[in-house]
Nanobody, 124 residues
Framework: QVQLVESGGGLVQAGGSLRLSCAAS????????MSWFRQTPGKERDFVAA????????YYADSVKGRFTISRDNAKNTVYQQMNSLNSEDTAVYYC?????????????????WGQGTQVTVSS
C-alpha cells in the first residue's frame, strides 16, 4: 500500500512558477507509475502528467506540454512537478496518484492510490 502527500501549492501570479512535491510512504514506491491530475470545482479530475517507475518515460497532457515537467527521485520516495508559465487555466487542486500499470492511464480509475490534493491558484 502507498500513502501520498502533496505539497508546494499556493498562490502565484500569471507567468510565474511553482514546484509541487508528492511524498510517498512504503518501500515499493519505485515500482509504481506516478501521475499528476488536477480538478476544478464541478469537473472531473483531468490527467496532467505521468512518469514511469524508472523515470525514463514521461507523458503530458497537451495543455501543459512545454510548461510542466514531471520527475521523480526513487531514493527519496518523491515525485515532483515543475510548473512554469502558469496561467489562470492552471488554477485547480492538484493530486498525485500511483498505479501499478506499466503504461500510465489518463483515467482516474487507472489509479489505486491518491493524495489529498494541493491547491494551486494563478492570479491574472
Amino acid at each position: 500500500q502507498v500513502q501520498l502527500v502533496e505539497s508546494g501549492g499556493g498562490l502565484v501570479q500569471a507567468g510565474g512558477s511553482l514546484r509541487l512535491s508528492c511524498a510517498a510512504s512504503g518501500r515499493t514506491f519505485s515500482t509504481y507509475t506516478m501521475s499528476w491530475f488536477r480538478q476544478t470545482p464541478g469537473k472531473e479530475r483531468d490527467f496532467v502528467a505521468a512518469i514511469s517507475w524508472r523515470g525514463d518515460r514521461t507523458y503530458y497532457a497537451d495543455s501543459v506540454k512545454g510548461r510542466f515537467t514531471i520527475s521523480r527521485d526513487n531514493a527519496k520516495n518523491t515525485v515532483y512537478q515543475q510548473m512554469n508559465s502558469l496561467n489562470s487555466e492552471d488554477t485547480a487542486v492538484y493530486y498525485c496518484a500511483a498505479t501499478r500499470l506499466l503504461s500510465p492511464g489518463v483515467r482516474e480509475t487507472d489509479y489505486s492510490y491518491w493524495g489529498q490534493g494541493t491547491q494551486v491558484t494563478v492570479s491574472s
